[in-house]
């Protein structure tokens, strides 16, 4: 499974960005999507995640900020609003397929004013 993400970017504080990832194959074939992000210093952490069933899940720090969503059969996105500067970090797009973990590569975003 190859992934390609885009989207991230210099925001101010309480700004929105949306990053976007797509599969070489149909979502609705893997066992899940997820974002993950690694800050400077920080281990990679996993921030939200669609399931092949349509459940989602979130990291505390960004519930009620965040949304995953599959837009179509091979992208999907995760919306960022009221985002802090605590959100600043790589963030990377990976698919579960069977036992396997897939990556894309990371794509930053900053928070600063």
């Known amino acids: 499974v190859q992934l390609q993400a885009s989207g991230g970017g210099l925001v101010e504080p309480g700004g929105s960005l949306r990053l976007a990832c797509t599969a070489s194959?149909?979502?609705?074939?893997?066992?899940?999507m997820n974002w993950y992000r690694q800050a400077p210093g920080k281990q990679r952490e996993l921030v939200a995640g669609?399931?092949?069933?349509?459940?989602t899940d979130y990291a505390d720090s960004v519930k009620g900020r965040f949304t995953i969503s599959r837009d179509s059969q091979n992208t999907m996105s995760l919306h960022l609003n009221s985002l802090k500067p605590e959100d600043t970090a790589v963030y990377y797009c990976?698919?579960?397929?069977?036992?396997?973990?897939?990556w894309g590569q990371g794509t930053q975003v900053t928070v600063s004013s």
């Open positions: 990976n698919a579960e397929f069977l036992t396997e973990m897939y």
């Open positions: 194959r149909s979502l609705f074939s893997l066992n899940a």
């Open positions: 669609v399931r092949i069933s349509g459940r």
